[in-house]
């Protein structure tokens, strides 16, 4: 029997709903049919404080100081702090953007070491993550750099709708002259050999979305298209490749239009962010493409306003936990196995 993949889980920022989310996640036992889940970070700061009628389902981990001792059958642990937090749920702090970072950098280490197979990250805190040695504007932007990439992709996943960009965490104003044709034609490629790494689709089709109203309007409203985006679709045409566009966005995906294809490419973050987070926000998930590892992630933030009320919703972070088993377990060349 092949070993279960073993997936690091860093916290996210402790102020937020980071350690709800993972704990009510790992409250189901089934998880562990699947994957052996481990939680960068001591379980007492974590989980303690939770309301006592919510931990009346016992949730115990194997604690340990090292991920080579983690073991199958519950979930651990590995310890990446010493020191008391003193956290406020909903107020972040130094201490809670601290804690983010020791235990997303813990677990890359392993990861990079061979000790994990996969890592989910809970949400953090753009601005209360960084510090001399993280600047970053997102998960994305540092794990591109940590392991080692020239590029990766953002591509959110649900059930029936794939959403890649082509740039991300960067001012709108700095969009049209980061698009260019070299930069969409590496994100193109990573998009296509994801869903064939990734999914299992040998023959992907991908549309590519305008970068401006109506897809420029043969020129009226901008001459991207013509000049960009075009241009280097017609080139992934003539390789083969079932790669369609460009389309105007609005009406893409007011029509449905996405039902047709395998993935759509939008140029940037809100063009696909907002209609991917729209029709798919509770069991969407983040995964990061063109890397050497799996990451995943739930397509939400920290949710400051929702921290210590437990009401937050679990099902992205859960279905983040299953896309990455399902990802480690293809790129494995195992056979994935149907939860639904």
Not at 326 to 334: A, C, E, K, W, Y
Request: net charge negative; with cysteine; aromatic share 8%.
């Amino acid at each position: 029997m092949s070993q279960l993949p073993r997936l690091g889980i860093s916290v996210g920022d402790l102020a937020g709903i980071g350690p709800e989310i993972i704990y009510k996640t790992l409250r189901d036992v089934r998880l562990l049919k699947y994957c052996t889940p481990v939680v960068y970070g001591t379980a007492t700061v974590l989980f303690d404080d939770f309301p006592t009628e919510e931990r009346a389902e016992p949730l115990t981990f194997r604690q340990v100081r090292a991920a080579a001792d983690i073991a199958p059958g519950k979930p651990n642990a590995v310890t990446c702090w010493d020191e008391d937090f003193v956290l406020t749920p909903g107020q972040p702090s130094a201490a809670s953007g601290a804690a983010a970072r020791q235990s997303l950098l813990a677990a890359c280490r392993d990861l990079k070491e061979g000790l994990l197979d996969g890592i989910v990250t809970a949400p953090i805190s753009k601005e209360n993550t960084q510090a001399d040695d993280f600047r970053y504007p997102g998960h994305t932007e540092f794990l591109t750099s940590f392991f080692g990439a020239s590029e990766s992709l953002m591509f959110l996943v649900s059930e029936d709708l794939r959403v890649a960009t082509v740039t991300g965490h960067i001012p709108l104003k700095d969009v049209p002259s980061r698009v260019t044709k070299e930069l969409l034609t590496k994100k193109l490629r990573i998009l296509l050999a994801s869903l064939r790494q990734d999914f299992g689709i040998q023959k992907p089709r991908v549309a590519v979305l305008g970068l401006n109203p109506h897809a420029g309007e043969k020129g009226l409203l901008g001459t991207e298209e013509a000049d960009i985006v075009t241009p280097v679709i017609e080139q992934f045409l003539a390789e083969g490749h079932l790669v369609y566009g460009p389309f105007p966005a609005d009406g893409y995906f007011g029509t449905r239009q996405y039902h047709q294809f395998d993935a759509t490419l939008a140029l940037y973050h809100d063009q696909g962010l907002i209609p991917f987070k729209t029709l798919a926000f509770e069991r969407g998930v983040n995964f990061t493409a063109g890397l050497p590892i799996v990451r995943t992630s739930p397509d939400h933030g920290t949710a400051y306003g929702l921290a210590g009320t437990f009401k937050a919703d679990e099902t992205s972070f859960r279905e983040a936990l299953y896309l990455a088993c399902d990802l480690v377990r293809q790129r494995q060349g195992q056979v994935v196995e149907k939860r639904r």
